[in-house]
């Protein structure tokens, strides 16, 4: 899915984050009229580097890229660093914003039920196209080309890689060239995530489009910026689109060059030392090394990002091995996930891995257009015995505690080859042993870990007790509230499934289902609201600290803003950059 | 010779099979497969049916003799399959690539010799002197340094705090240069990377060439040379290191190889577009295709470089005759 992004990407990106997520969706947003996507950003972000004086003309820019994606077409690949493609080649019909919510973009409207967009059964949606809009070649950008993409997703032998939201599209029609009608087969909140790509039917002959089309390696759009060269392993390269429709004068750029420097040290280095004028997706990891050559005084602009990114997880076993689901010894008493709660030094964890660049959470919905704010637990030892001492778990000569003949004792699996994790995994240790919980750490490569049930994966055949990772940033929850939920715990009739928690709760399980069906916003909000506080007071996993994320980019660079879901990405005001050197 | 040769190669036709099929075997033992690609964060990927759609479309549900067979079969016929994550075929991504890592290889290895040949020669003629002291010390700390070590320190001295060589890629993007001046930008990109590639190779090189001249130049014949009369140079140019040169040739010629492998260190540090760095980009994404492509090549350049060794020894050594 768009959204949820290959997770062997993320292998490579060291503790956190550089995986800018799409559109994941913002459900029923906000009924903001449309806006013109024209000129500089909105309000949203910071936006420094906005802009002093007129835009230049020409240049090309040159950006440091860690991560080479596979294709370059974002609806046939989950790589994130396939996004190159958005917002400088291809366009979607609705912008997503760093709130989660949306704007109109090649849409003229954003289709609500006030302006009759959307059915009352919230299963039939009007798509209004914008009136002018042209591919790169020239060629009007029509109707017809959005139902040839719904066409080319559907067809059976083509390979695109949609968002789960596409499920739900039973029928899509042409009521004119300028109107789309979807039938949904049952009321789909998260109708603005569609149609993030669309394919241009002219330059396509067949509806099988699969990983060796051109058009799935490098896409043609409407965006300000056109493919002019992709030497694998080496750089892609983008001019500039002469005929944009947007505003000829735009963009401001003459091209692109993506270069790949997959060390990503060498990355940052060379970008601080001015070789690089940005960085495709900065890393949290990334960020102590920019922000202090930006303070000595090298001629960097680090904006950071107002709100959070992925989340550090610690992801509770609430089931004993095998497929009966018996409740784990040791995890399945609420007062052991308590006392774990208490026990954690989240503000040690953030200070001593991550250089402070993070912030403690205690709802597992942090970002995105639901997330709903709760109060972590407050870091409190003494407590955490108590809660212990209260349930019964009675110290043993070692100092580990035993209840009913089971010893208190827990094992603890993480990434393997990823220094960060293993500093977190021995602050837990510590914290847990000092509450006479005895802890056993592990690693796992990444494959081994999220493997599916029947390739033997050790979260799908819940062989771990904790176990951490990162998740959680999305701007539309229904995927990732779904995790969570009965129907995902993996079983023999279930090898698909994918859970976290192998936890059976039906009042969670109804309350993903409503939002999941429910058309208006607040409501929708109102219910992952309530999934967020059943999920805090059950303990179904425990949210440690989200990661900061920024971005950067040499001072020579101008017109940046951040206001888009992805940041500086996938962001339309990319065609107002413009290079003073 | 040329029976010899002959023989020498149809012998390696069984030796190739035998470990294309050892390649073959331990890559499908691995754990987790090209489409069971796991990592972080809930969102699914494909989902089932394409997944299905694409075991059956690469034959991955066939028994694995059968896609053995059909793999093989295409190495030969010159079809190497297409990759998994780009749709491109194997033989064109790794065509791509190669120039970047041939170029690298070729400058490290003829550096590693002009730089091990005559050092090992004067530490040999001067054993015990400072020079030898020094050129031993200096190859043992160049065998012991780690090559990504040695890249990332060049990197800071030279490109971060100096700022007198770039640190990626192998062209300016800045602005293009032709003639002498683009000759001159190349060189610039190569310098690093090249040193660091060539280092272990340049030390292990000398030892052997000091090594071998040494015993050399305890030999009678040579002192015979020396007490005929025979100026110095001629000695040790003409009797002693053409003797001295054939252990060394075995080593020089197996060095190749070495070198390929640790082109995925370099082009990794410096943003090389090669070989090196697709062998890793494709094992991380578990594109089988690639990696057995880039695999085969190494296999087949170890099995070419020791018929090659062999070969040299014949041409240097009149006494070595190939029947």
Redesign the interface.
């Known amino acids: 899915m768009i959204g949820g992004r290959t997770r062997a990407r993320l292998l490579a990106m060291t503790v956190v984050l550089a995986a800018g997520l799409s559109a994941c969706g913002g459900g029923g947003s906000s009924a903001t009229s449309a806006t013109t996507p024209t000129g500089t950003g909105t309000s949203t972000g910071a936006t420094a580097g906005a802009d002093e004086g007129t835009a230049q003309r020409g240049g090309r820019l040159l950006v440091a890229m860690t991560d080479e994606p596979g294709l370059l077409n974002p609806l046939f690949t989950t790589e994130a660093a396939a996004d190159v493609s958005r917002a400088m080649v291809v366009e979607p019909l609705f912008q997503p914003l760093a709130d989660g919510t949306y704007e109109a973009f090649l849409a003229a409207e954003l289709p609500t039920p006030e302006n009759g967009g959307v059915s009352r059964d919230g299963r039939t949606v009007v798509y209004r196209l914008r009136e002018g809009v042209t591919w790169s070649d020239g060629k009007p950008f029509t109707a017809a080309d959005v139902v040839f993409t719904h066409r080319v997703i559907t067809d059976p032998r083509s390979t695109a890689a949609v968002a789960s939201a596409y499920a739900l599209v039973r029928s899509v029609k042409a009521l004119d060239p300028l109107t789309v009608e979807v039938k949904m087969s049952k009321p789909n909140p998260r109708y603005l995530e569609l149609w993030d790509v669309v394919l241009p039917q002219h330059a396509i002959e067949s509806t099988t489009v699969t990983t060796r089309s051109p058009q799935a390696r490098l896409p043609l759009g409407t965006g300000p910026f056109v493919y002019a060269d992709w030497k694998s392993g080496d750089q892609v390269t983008l001019t500039r689109n002469d005929a944009y429709w947007r505003d000829p004068e735009l963009p401001n750029l003459d091209g692109i060059t993506f270069k790949l420097t997959p060390d990503r040290q060498t990355a940052v280095s060379s970008f601080v030392n001015g070789e690089f004028d940005t960085i495709f997706y900065l890393a949290n990891s990334d960020l102590p090394d920019v922000t202090q050559a930006a303070e000595s005084g090298d001629p960097i602009e680090v904006v950071m990002k107002e709100g959070l990114s992925y989340g550090s997880f610690l992801w509770l076993n609430h089931s004993a091995e095998g497929d009966g689901l018996e409740p784990n010894p040791v995890l399945g008493d609420p007062a052991v996930r308590e006392a774990i709660d208490l026990a954690i030094d989240r503000q040690s964890i953030i200070d001593q891995v991550v250089d402070g660049f993070g912030e403690q959470i205690g709802s597992y919905l942090f970002t995105g257009f639901a997330a709903h704010e709760i109060e972590p637990a407050a870091f409190d030892a003494d407590a955490a015995k108590a809660v212990l001492d209260e349930a019964g778990w009675v110290e043993g000569d070692d100092g580990i505690r035993v209840k009913d003949g089971v010893r208190a004792e827990l094992d603890f699996t993480t990434v393997s080859g990823n220094q960060s994790y293993k500093l977190v995994q021995q602050l837990i240790q510590q914290n847990l042993k000092d509450i006479g919980i005895d802890v056993k750490l592990r690693t796992d490569s990444l494959t081994k870990i999220f493997a599916g049930y029947q390739d033997g994966g050790i979260l799908a055949n819940r062989r771990y007790d904790l176990m951490m990772s990162l998740d959680g940033f999305y701007a539309d929850p229904a995927d990732y509230a779904h995790v969570f939920t009965s129907a995902s715990i993996p079983t023999a009739e279930n090898p698909n499934g994918f859970s976290y928690s192998h936890l059976r709760l039906p009042a969670f399980d109804r309350l993903v289902e409503a939002a999941g069906q429910t058309m208006d916003e607040a409501e929708r909000r109102r219910l992952y609201g309530e999934t967020a506080e059943l999920f805090a007071s059950e303990r179904i996993s425990l949210p440690l600290y989200a990661t900061k994320w920024g971005w950067a980019w040499n001072e020579a660079l101008h017109g940046v803003t951040t206001d888009a879901w992805d940041g500086q990405w996938a962001n339309p005001d990319i065609a107002s950059w413009n290079l003073q050197r | 010779m040329v029976t010899y040769l002959t023989r020498r190669l149809l012998m390696s036709v069984p030796l190739l099979i035998g470990i294309s099929i050892v390649v073959f075997g331990l890559l499908q033992a691995t ?3 090209p489409l ?11 989902n ?3 997944i299905e ?2 075991r059956d479309e690469y034959g991955l549900d066939d028994p694995l003799p059968v896609q053995y067979l059909s793999w093989a079969g295409g190495i030969v016929t010159g079809d190497w399959g ?7 075929p194997v033989l064109e ?1 790794i065509a ?2 190669l120039p ?1 890592t041939l170029l690298l290889i070729g400058l490290a290895f003829v550096i590693s010799l002009a730089i091990a040949i005559p050092v090992g020669i004067v530490a040999a003629r001067r054993q015990h002197s400072t020079f030898d002291y020094v050129a031993t010390g200096v190859s043992f700390a160049g065998f012991a340094t780690p090559s990504f070590w040695f890249g ?1 320190m060049l ?2 001295l030279f ?2 705090s100096l ?1 007198w060589l ?5 062209e300016d ?2 602005e293009t240069h032709t003639g002498l001046d683009g000759l001159w930008d190349r060189v610039k990109h190569l310098i690093m990377p090249v040193a660091v590639l060539a280092l272990v190779t340049a030390a292990s090189l000398t030892r052997y060439v000091r090594a071998s001249m040494l015993e050399v130049l305890d030999q009678d014949y040579i002192r015979t040379a020396r007490g005929s009369g025979l100026p110095e140079r001629t000695v040790v140019m003409r009797h002693a290191l053409k003797n001295a040169a054939i252990p060394v040739v075995t080593v020089a010629v197996l060095a190749i190889p070495e070198l390929f492998l640790g082109t995925a260190i370099t082009e ?4 090389i ?2 070989i090196g ?2 062998f ?2 494709s094992a ?4 089988y295709p690639v990696l057995l492509g880039i695999l085969v090549i190494a296999s087949l350049l170890v099995v070419l470089a020791n018929i090659v060794a062999d070969l040299l020894y014949a041409l240097l050594d009149p006494r070595i005759a190939y029947a």
Do not use: H, K, V
């Open positions: 754990p987790g497969g069971s690609n796991g990592g972080e964060g809930a969102g699914a990927q494909l089932p049916e394409q759609r694409l297409t990759s998994l994550r780009t749709g491109r991504m791509d690539r970047a990332l990197l800071f490109s971060y700022g770039p640190s990626s890629g192998l993007l800045r990794t540090i410096f943003s577009p090669g760095r697709l890793i980009e991380d994404q578990r594109d």
